[in-house]
């Protein structure tokens, strides 16, 4: 019976129990999802797509997708601390505007427009008579550089009228015309403007009616030395004798009620307005006295 029962218990020891059975069942079984759980009534109701409780609940902003993140940075405007500010047209525009009103200041104050004209100053220019520009003497020492100024330039002037009226200066040829020539080229922006087309002895007249009276009288005594310079020269010269710039008829009529103190209406009746002479001292109107 021991045999037998040996036997018997052989099988019975080898063969797995009920509850060993549902331990391995259970151990191989996979775990269940969270979806899973939430739909079969576990206790844990939850929608689908919710974080488990095994995983970190997580707070703040929701981070942006690479798609977002690269159009926020095309979408964004660099700017640096020292950058330029962006210019508006309209900006733009002020600044032109102020730009070309500041030039023009400057251009007025180097060259001031003329003064208005009487309709009787009018009549002397209409018959062939510059008029001359009044104003207070200068000092000895503006007078000395205004003449250093006024010499030079007549120099740098006779270079560019050499270089220029080849038919006024044929004598002039060879390696001297052409010193003159190079001279010419870098003293040119140098001279007036006023004056810089003008011929050479149109020059010279001009620079004597700038320099006053004492010059004036210079050329005056020049314009009969014809044994001494060109007749072009002399010629130009004489014109100091009598159609030298005339001041503003208001001004000379000032000057003759200071010259005789008394109104001019008290003396004259009529006074021409055109001049018949000007001269370095001197300028001469026909008039006619009150009875």
Do not use: C
């Amino acid at each position: 019976m021991s045999d037998r029962t040996r036997t018997r218990a052989t099988p019975d020891s080898d063969a797995p129990k009920a509850s060993d059975e549902g331990v391995l069942a259970e151990a191989r079984a996979p775990a269940p999802r969270a979806d899973q759980m939430g739909s079969q009534g576990d206790g844990l109701d939850l929608p689908l797509g919710a974080p488990t409780p095994s995983e970190p609940v997580r707070s703040g902003p929701v981070p942006e997708t690479p798609e977002e993140r690269a159009r926020r940075r095309r979408n964004r405007i660099p700017t640096r601390p020292n950058s330029v500010p962006e210019v508006t047209p309209e900006a733009e525009t002020e600044r032109a505007i102020l730009a070309e009103l500041r030039n023009r200041a400057r251009r007025l104050r180097r060259h001031p427009p003329p003064e208005p004209v009487d309709d009787d100053t009018a009549i002397a220019q209409a018959a062939g008579f510059e008029v001359m520009e009044v104003g207070t003497p200068p000092s000895l020492i503006r007078r000395y550089f205004t003449t250093l100024r006024h010499a030079l330039g007549l120099v740098y002037g006779s270079a560019v009228a050499v270089a220029r009226d080849r038919e006024q200066f044929a004598i002039v040829k060879g390696f001297p015309l052409f010193l003159i020539k190079v001279a010419a080229f870098f003293v040119k922006p140098l001279v007036m403007k006023d004056i810089r087309a003008l011929p050479l002895q149109e020059q010279l007249r001009r620079r004597l009616e700038m320099l006053g009276p004492t010059y004036i009288k210079l050329g005056q005594v020049l314009a009969l030395r014809e044994d001494l310079l060109p007749p072009f020269i002399t010629e130009e010269l004489k014109n100091l004798l009598d159609r030298l710039p005339v001041m503003p008829f208001p001004e000379y009529l000032e000057r003759v009620a200071k010259g005789l103190d008394r109104p001019v209406d008290e003396m004259f009746e009529w006074i021409d307005p055109k001049p018949l002479g000007s001269a370095s001292i001197g300028q001469i109107h026909r008039a006619r006295t009150i009875e």
